[in-house]
Nanobody
Framework: QVRLVESGGGLVQAGGSLRLSCTAS????????MAWFRQAPGKEREFVAG????????VYADSVKGRFTISRDNAKNTVYLQMNSLKSEDTAVYSC?????????????????WGQGTQVTVSS
């Protein structure tokens, strides 16, 4: 069992930055990959970024490449999403997710556990 809790969302102006955190408890954090997804109003949830168990490999959606950075600190059981140069289209509820046994990064079905989400609103 894994419990995920996000924090760090809020309201920011376009061009600004935010850092999201997701802290895990339960099963050993270093044994599973992590990802961030987001869901904007009226849209389907979409993959944002993923990171493997050791943190050496990262994957990003094209829409955030060069602006967002995913990282993890296994000693703190936490994964981060640094978001820079934010745009109004980045407004969404951001959720972290845990992948215990491998799968396609971009598919929601890969992930067994999800956080409750944190709202990010970018004003233009």
């Amino acid at each position: 069992q894994v419990r995920l809790v996000e924090s760090g969302g809020g309201l920011v102006q376009a061009g600004g930055s935010l850092r999201l955190s997701c802290t895990a408890s339960g099963r050993s954090f270093s044994t599973y990959a992590m990802a961030w997804f987001r869901q904007a109003p009226g849209k389907e949830r979409e993959f944002v970024a993923g990171i493997n168990r050791g943190g050496e490999r990262t994957v990003y959606a094209d829409s955030v490449k060069g602006r967002f950075t995913i990282s993890r600190d296994n000693a703190k059981n936490t994964v981060y999403l640094q978001m820079n140069s934010l745009k109004s289209e980045d407004t969404a509820v951001y959720s972290c997710a845990a992948d215990l046994d491998g799968g396609t990064w971009f598919s929601e079905r890969t992930y067994e556990y999800w956080g409750q989400g944190t709202q990010v609103t970018v004003s233009s």
